[in-house]
């Protein structure tokens, strides 16, 4: 997987290398330690979470997402499948929070998915 930032190889590395220690079930990121650019993987593979290594405002900005959309599943409220189907219908394409590219594909989820489910 290459940085989209700097177009270099990341490196495929435990998330200590990020956070000081091993975090999660799934440890292994790709990292573009010069760009302080990352995604994590899926447990026990090299497959990215998302399409693209994320920056601090981007990964600020997927959290935020993830706060307002987990919960709806979590708490029972709506099936995980039922959100994003509902949010393809209103983007006209599937939406995943890994696959974000800018803060502001970020936000429109969130203004998006608030006016979907806490009218």
Sequence with gaps: MNCQHCNNPAKW????????????????????KPCDAFVGCHENTKRPKGKFLAKKDLRTA???AHAVI???WQNGK???KTIY?????AFGK????G???????C??????????FFR
């Design 62 to 64: 997927r959290k935020k």
């Design 85 to 89: 189907i509902r949010l393809k219908e």
């Design 107 to 116: 936000e429109e989820i969130v203004t998006t998915a608030n006016l979907i």
């Design 94 to 97: 599937e939406v995943h929070i």
């Design 78 to 80: 709506y099936k995980r």
């Design 13 to 32: 590395v435990e998330n200590k290398e990020v956070y000081g220690r091993n975090y999660g079930k799934s440890v292994m990121i790709w990292l573009c």
């Design 99 to 105: 696959d974000t590219e800018t803060v502001k594909e």
């Design 70 to 72: 987990d919960p709806l």
